[in-house]
């Protein structure tokens, strides 16, 4: 529990850093009306997020409120079984995501302009079956807590690895 604990916690450490600059940049964003192209766009890769799955931040600051991600992620990309704390909402752009919810067991296909809603605490996961753009949402600062099949809590390492994908370094901790 104390590695999910510092995996956590270095998550959300590398995650305001790496959007500093970003935020920075934006800063403003949020004080009045602006428009963005997608030509503006600098994707990255988030730590404890697939590398295939990048994004940019839009607008607000995951690590302390709500934000606005847009998302490139790649044909065969799988976001294993995870939860977060805030509500996820998710509107694809484009290409095609199969998304699946624990709960209710079931499956679906999404494409240009559907939307889905993940509750708090909600265990789902995604895989996109193309190439895709996504918007996504959080109504509050950014997490993710990735589970096993029983829905224990691992590290962002071991969910990865069981769906052969890897992630973005961590610093370690001084």
């Known amino acids: ?33 602006f428009v963005r192209s997608q030509s503006e766009v600098k994707y990255i890769a988030f730590p404890g997020l697939p590398t295939c799955a990048q994004g940019a931040l839009q607008s ?7 934000s606005f991600i847009i998302s490139k992620v790649s044909k065969g990309c799988i976001i294993p079984w995870h939860w ?37 605490h909600h265990i789902h996961q ?15 600062p950014f997490d993710i807590h990735y589970v096993d099949k029983q829905g224990k809590e691992i590290s962002p390492d071991d969910a990865l690895k069981a769906v052969n ?8 901790k001084k």
């Open 84 to 120: 977060h704390t805030p509500n996820e909402y998710l509107i694809v752009i484009s290409g095609a995501v199969t998304m699946n919810m624990k709960d209710e067991g079931s499956s679906m296909t999404m494409r240009s302009g559907d939307f889905a809603l993940m509750a708090s």
């Open 60 to 66: 607000g600051n995951p690590a302390t409120g709500p």
């Open 165 to 172: 994908e890897t992630t973005v370094s961590m610093p370690a």
């Open 1 to 33: 529990m104390k590695l999910i604990n510092q995996t956590k916690a270095l998550f959300t450490i590398m995650l305001a850093m790496i959007m500093a600059a970003a935020i920075t940049t934006n800063a403003q964003d949020t004080m009045h009306s």
């Open 126 to 140: 995604l895989q996109c079956t193309e190439d895709c753009v996504l918007y996504v949402y959080s109504d509050a």
